[in-house]
C-alpha cells in the first residue's frame, strides 16, 4: 500500500500540469501499476498533493485521578518507598488490611483502582516524590592552588600501606540538610594497616578548631604518624599542616 502511494504521489504533480493526452497516458500507467479502475485512479491522482490536516487526537482523561494517587503516595509511605514493582505486588494486601483497620479512607471504585495499578505506572506517577528523596551531595571543601606549590608530591613508592603510621583523615559536616551557617563536624583519622581509629569533635572547619583536633587525635596513635592522606582540599593543604 505505501509503494502504490509512492508511485500515485510522484506521478500527481505531472497528471496536473499535464495536457488531455498526458494525463490519459498517466491513467493508463496508474491503472497498470496498481490494477485500479480510472475513476479510481483519477481520484488518487488528484488528492495525492492535497494537503491533509491532521487534527491532534485529545487527551484521555487520566485514568487515576487525584484521590487514586493521593492513596498510592500514602501507601508508598507506608511501606518504606519501595519501587514500584514490590508497591504493586503488596496493594493486594495492604489496601484492604488498611481499609478494614481505618487508616486509609478510599470509596470502593478508588481501592479498584489502586489494586488494578501497574508498576510503571506506580514509578511514573511517584517519580516527582521519588525526586525529592534523593540524596544530593554536598561538599564542605573547595579545591584551592594557593600551598600547591610549597608541598612536595608524594609517590606511591613512599606510600607502604602494610606499615602502620600511614593515615586516612576525613571531616564530616552535620548540618542536616542545610549547609548555611556553622555547624559541627566529625574528625575521623584511620591507620590503614591497622585499622586504628581516632575521632574528634570539631567545632567547625575553621582550621584553628581542625589542626588542634587533627594535633591531639594523633598524639592518641601508639605509633609514629609517617604520611597524611585527605580528600578534602581544606583539610589536607592547610598552611599549619604545610
Request: aromatic content about 8%.
Amino acid at each position: 500500500m505505501s509503494e502504490r502511494k509512492a508511485v500515485t504521489k510522484k506521478l500527481a504533480l505531472d497528471y496536473r500540469r499535464g495536457d488531455r493526452a498526458r494525463k490519459g497516458q498517466i491513467l493508463d500507467q496508474v491503472c497498470e501499476l496498481n490494477g485500479w479502475h480510472r475513476s479510481h485512479a483519477r481520484k488518487a491522482l488528484t488528492q495525492a498533493l492535497v494537503l491533509k490536516v491532521v487534527r491532534p487526537r485529545p487527551p484521555r482523561p487520566p485514568l487515576y485521578g487525584e484521590a487514586v494517587i493521593k492513596a498510592l503516595r500514602f501507601l508508598w509511605a507506608v511501606q518504606g518507598t519501595p519501587c514500584g514493582r514490590l508497591l504493586a505486588a503488596a496493594l493486594p494486601d495492604l489496601v484492604p488490611r488498611l481499609r478494614r483497620l481505618g487508616e486509609l479512607n478510599v470509596d470502593d471504585e478508588t481501592a479498584t483502582l489502586l489494586l488494578q495499578i501497574a508498576p510503571a505506572t506506580i514509578d511514573r506517577r511517584l517519580s516527582a516524590d521519588w525526586a525529592k528523596l534523593t540524596l544530593r551531595g554536598r561538599s564542605h571543601t573547595k579545591p584551592g592552588t594557593l600551598l600547591k606549590d610549597s608541598i612536595p608530591m608524594r609517590t606511591w613508592a613512599e606510600w607502604d600501606d602494610a606499615v602502620p603510621g600511614f593515615v586516612e583523615i576525613d571531616l564530616v559536616g552535620h548540618e542536616g540538610g542545610n549547609s548555611k551557617g556553622e555547624f559541627c563536624f566529625t574528625l575521623d583519622i584511620t591507620d590503614i594497616a591497622t585499622g586504628w581509629t581516632e575521632t574528634r569533635s570539631v567545632r567547625n572547619k575553621a582550621q584553628k578548631w581542625v589542626f588542634a583536633a587533627i594535633k591531639d587525635a594523633t598524639a592518641s596513635f601508639p605509633f609514629p604518624i609517617l604520611g597524611i592522606d585527605s580528600d578534602y582540599a581544606d583539610l589536607g593543604i592547610m598552611p599549619t599542616l604545610a
